[in-house]
């Protein structure tokens, strides 16, 4: 387990593989659905994928699905492509394939490494490194983080990914920044992510949105549909 996972939270089972490879093509079509014109599409994917490596599973992730959506954009002709992670875990399998590479911008709004899962990735000072250096940004929060700071963070994301001139933005959309979610420690409301997809919506870039975290079950469905509908 110790060779293929970083932790011990990622079962692998008969039914794994099936699962994680329906889900990579899940945020293919897509990504396809978007390099074929459309505006956004948003991939239903679990489970989520953004704490997965080229070569590792872990946080229930085996198959990291916002990392493929942005790697089919380049390979289709997209010459720079952004990622923005506004899950509430930092996305460390994402930042990790990406690090070395100044094709892809990788932005993350998250908990602080300092407190929380994953713990030993997230942190302000990671940049990037070599040809990537300057295009990773985190953007760790306290606990009990509201929409005003969360938003305000996610202005200052949006600008780096402005300044970096993306073809097309794959958001890592996870809801377990809600309120009331079993594993988590901010503070936003239902509503509040209609107003952050509201943000990101005005950049107008083609976007595809995939589904990372949440963990609060009876409110996902309410958290997701209020993301949409201001999106
Ligand atoms: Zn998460």
């Not at 302000?124 to 009990?144: F, I, M, S």
Request: charged share 15%; aromatic share 12%; net charge negative.
């Amino acid at each position: 387990m110790g060779r293929y996972s970083f932790d011990a939270t990622t079962p692998i089972t008969a039914e794994s593989w099936g699962a994680a490879y329906a889900n990579a093509q899940t945020a293919l079509s897509a990504t396809q659905a978007v390099l074929g014109g459309d505006p956004a599409a948003f991939a239903l994917c679990r489970p989520p994928g953004h704490h997965a490596g080229r070569d590792y599973c872990g946080g229930y992730c085996y198959l990291n699905v916002a990392a493929i959506a942005a790697q089919r954009a380049r390979d289709a002709g997209v010459e720079r492509v952004a990622i923005l992670d506004i899950d509430y875990h930092h996305g460390n399998g994402t930042q990790d394939i990406f690090y070395e590479r100044g094709d892809i911008f990788y932005a993350s709004l998250h908990a602080d490494p300092a407190t929380d899962y994953p713990f030993y990735w997230g942190h302000a000072d990671e940049v990037g490194a070599g040809q990537g250096r300057g295009t990773t940004r985190n953007w760790p929060l306290p606990h009990g983080t509201k929409l005003e700071p969360f938003r305000a963070a996610q202005v200052q994301a949006l600008e780096a990914i402005a300044a970096f001139g993306p073809g097309l933005l794959v958001v890592s959309f996870g809801a377990d920044t809600w309120d009331g979610d079993p594993i988590s420690n901010f503070a936003l409301k239902t509503g509040d992510y209609a107003v952050l997809a509201a943000d990101i919506a005005a950049c107008d870039w083609p976007t595809v949105i995939v589904m990372e975290g949440g963990y609060a079950i009876d409110a996902l469905g309410h958290n997701v549909a209020s993301f949409l509908s201001g999106f």
